[in-house]
């Protein structure tokens, strides 16, 4: 990952912290025509490769790596949180396509954000899964 901070802020001042994540086939660096306005406005923002994705994509990628990436967003959200100077009173998740239905679907259970925003995301998870594979109840949230 990458966190973005404004060099200008004072480094004691405490800021709200946003994690951003990209869509299937992004990296960290796609998200920066979002994260730079917000760091440009007094946000400290984490950027993350998801699994399988930019500088963790030599590991691969494949669909059934979904709900892995889902249960990433609750590590991503806790180093979010221990950042330093971080308000942990003001965290928010921001996600686009794939990145979304995390936001959406991780993200949104989790009381630490205040704020969740899915741009372009799948509505429902199982349906992403519906055409790959018979649902038989083993994908847990």
Sequence with gaps: GLILRDKKVDPNEKQPGILISHGYTGKKEKTFKYSIPLVLNGFTVLCMDLRGHGTSKAKGFDMDDIPSIMADVKKEIDFLAQIENIDTNQLMMIGHSMG??????????????????????????????????????????
């Excluded at 936001?103 to 799948?122: F, H, N, Q, W």
């Excluded at 038989?136 to 949230?141: D, E, L, R």
Aim: charged letters at 20%; a positive charge.
């Design 100 to 141: 979304a239905m995390a936001t959406l679907s991780e993200g949104y259970a989790d009381p630490r954000l205040k704020i969740v925003v899915g741009m372009s995301g799948a509505y429902d998870l199982l349906d992403v899964y519906a055409p790959r594979r018979p649902h038989s109840g083993s994908i847990k949230y």
